[in-house]
């Protein structure tokens, strides 16, 4: 490839692939390179999408996507070694277009979304790893890939959260294994009907299943359970810096998650077909690179830009939204001919107008609230001994809600412990 790209973005992950197809769209030359043997190939998420960034650029697109099912239900369960506490949520406006959110394959999704980023007239190149950057002086002024010098006005990238061009750019300096998560995930073939039986689902209905507890052994992070059409995404999301301390493989944890009595009969007889591994960005917005600069912009995972509060871990939305974000403001720099990172500035006040800054500062004390190992062993014992309480009829005298919680809670956690936590969830959430 001997021509000047107006945008090589690296990466056809959610945010390369929005990127690409809105540049495309818009007339720019637009180069997308993947390291995969295909857009989908190496990417990784649990396996649920949620929130309206797709819509904008595909109206009804559920209708030709490869989703597997529309998320119905959300259930949360907290786990002893042998019992589970859990809520469960479901809302008839969740089945209902446009959703609330689905269930989806990446090796099938992402392919798609780049094939929608090559009709609209990108170029595609996968197998292709960017080793390094140009420069013109100090700004950025394309790629090096395969051994081929590959110029562009702007580089866009989206290679995940140990980019290894942002740090060559110098947006960002060594990422602490405190502020990364490490998912492992597993897919299990099962027959369309055993899933709907067992999650009590009806048709295209799905549920995400989130769960914490003592299989983490106290390494902050959960796990999880979506339901596909004829497969379950399972997996766990733990605390990178902490694995490594206790000297724990997250495969050990996933397989103690896969053991407990709530999970187990769920996979009964299913075939696993699939594994994977992803690092998790988990920061927040303090530990954000720098996003932008000249001649480069950074969006996704290797922006940081995932929310995580507790009750959800988001990133694939805030992805497109970013990759859709980074190329108006590539658009409008092409107009101007200035390129510069004065231009390029444009980039962080679109991320502010829509949901992705906004959403970050109002939960940017939820990582530190997470690192809280209560919430992983004390909690969760808690409130599975007193659910016990309550529920046991040993035909001797029942007690009031409040001694039996008194009983449970001594030798466990203060009552001053479970006030300052509460505070900080107040905080943080």
């Not at 001997?2 to 180069?31: M, R, S, W």
């Not at 099938?108 to 170029?123: H, I, P």
């Amino acid at each position: 490839m001997n021509q000047k790209f107006d945008a090589i973005v690296v990466g056809a992950g959610p945010a390369g692939c929005a990127c690409g197809l809105t540049l495309a769209k818009a007339g720019l030359e637009t180069l997308i390179v993947e390291r995969g043997k295909f857009a989908g190939a190496k990417n990784m998420w649990g396996g649920a999408f949620y929130g309206p960034s797709l819509y904008e650029l595909f109206p009804d697109f559920w209708e030709k996507a490869p989703v597997e099912r529309y998320i119905l239900r959300h259930k949360y369960s907290l786990l002893t070694q042998d019992a589970s506490f859990s809520v469960d949520f479901t809302s008839k406006k969740y089945g209902k277009p446009p959703y609330n959110g689905f269930s989806v394959l990446r090796s099938k999704f992402d392919r798609w979304f780049a094939a929608k980023a090559e009709q609209a007239g990108a170029v595609v190149a996968t197998g292709l790893e960017a080793e390094d950057l140009l420069r013109e002086g100090n700004a950025v002024a394309g790629i090096k890939a395969g051994g081929d010098k590959l110029p562009a006005n702007v580089v866009i990238a989206c290679d995940g959260v140990n980019s290894i061009l942002a740090e060559k750019a110098g947006l960002i300096g060594k990422i602490s294994p405190r502020d990364i998560k490490l998912g492992v995930k597993e897919v299990i073939q099962l027959p369309r009907q055993l899933i709907e039986q067992r999650f009590n689902l009806h048709g295209e209905e799905g549920i995400a299943w989130e769960f914490i507890g003592s299989f983490s052994r106290g390494i902050p992070g959960g796990a999880f359970i979506y339901t596909n059409k004829e497969s379950l995404s399972i997996g766990i999301v733990v605390q990178l810096s902490a694995l490594t301390e206790k000297e724990i493989s997250a495969n050990d944890l996933l397989e103690d998650f896969k053991r407990h009595p709530e999970v187990e009969n769920l996979l009964a007889d299913g075939q696993l077909v699939e594994y994977s591994a992803h690092l998790v960005p988990v920061g927040g917005k303090a530990k954000m690179p720098t996003l932008y600069t000249d001649g480069m912009i950074v969006a996704g995972d290797a922006a940081g830009l995932t929310l995580t509060t507790g009750l959800v871990l988001e990133g694939a939305n805030f992805a497109i939204a970013s990759g859709k974000a980074a190329a108006e403001t590539v658009i409008r720099a092409k107009k101007t001919r200035d390129f510069s990172k004065q231009s390029l500035a444009r980039y962080p006040e679109l991320l502010e107008q829509n949901f992705v800054l906004k959403d970050l500062e109002t939960f940017k004390k939820a990582p530190l609230l997470l690192e809280n190992p209560r919430f992983y062993h004390q909690y969760p014992e808690l409130a599975c001994e007193l659910a016990e309480k309550i529920f046991t009829n040993d035909g001797k005298k029942r007690k009031k809600f409040w001694k039996m919680f008194r009983e449970s809670q001594r030798g466990r956690i203060s009552l001053w412990q479970m006030l300052r936590d509460l505070f900080r969830i107040k905080r943080a959430i």
